[in-house]
């Protein structure tokens, strides 16, 4: 997350090639392809006693692995870009491990102040149904949001997972009295 946030700090890319970025994260298959000249000399053995010549138009293939975390966030650019696209993403994160899945529900939850009231309880529903502990303890903070504390510490005393049990409400902003009006 420190690179992603670092990437989006430079400036280096605008809008635009961030959502792009955020869309690739969300793939289900990201593959890498590349001239094999750029890694290799001109002869390969590919360890199968086969000598092959490499010229510039083979190409060599590398399968990507994205990690939860930019997942997650790639979720949340993508809700807050374009907040109609809920019920997409949320189909999209479907075919993905329950880690990922996870991690997509966990980013749409983040951006979750984009949704209108209905749409919000649709996805803390989902949230709130989650496999990883961390998801729905994000959701009860959107349900608190909502619902009022009391409503989302009801909900977390009968979960299965002793940290979701454990839940309190976040503590409220503290602003400093100069920017009070």
């Known amino acids: 997350m420190r690179l992603i946030a670092a990437i989006q700090d430079s400036g280096l890319l605008d809008g635009a090639a961030l959502d792009e970025l955020a869309e690739s994260l969300l793939s289900h298959e990201q593959v890498i392809s590349y001239p094999l000249a750029w890694v290799s000399s001109q002869d390969f053995n590919d360890g199968h006693s086969i000598s092959r010549t490499v010229d510039e138009d083979t190409l060599a293939h590398h399968r990507v692995s994205v990690k939860p975390p930019l997942r997650r966030w790639a ?38 102040d984009v949704l209108d009231e209905p749409r919000r309880r649709g996805l803390l529903d989902r949230g709130l149904g989650a496999s990883g502990a961390s998801v729905r303890r994000t959701a009860l903070d959107r349900l608190s949001e909502l619902d009022g504390p009391e409503a989302a510490r009801r909900r977390a005393i009968n979960d299965p997972n002793a940290t979701v049990r454990k839940w309190r409400a976040p503590a409220p902003e503290l602003r400093p009295a100069l920017f009070d009006a």
Request: positive net charge; aromatic residues 2%.
């Open 75 to 112: 979720a949340q650019r993508a809700l807050r870009s374009t907040p109609a696209r809920l019920d997409e993403l949320l189909r999209a994160a479907e075919p993905f491990k329950p880690r990922d899945r996870d991690a997509v529900i966990h980013g749409l939850l983040d951006a979750a």
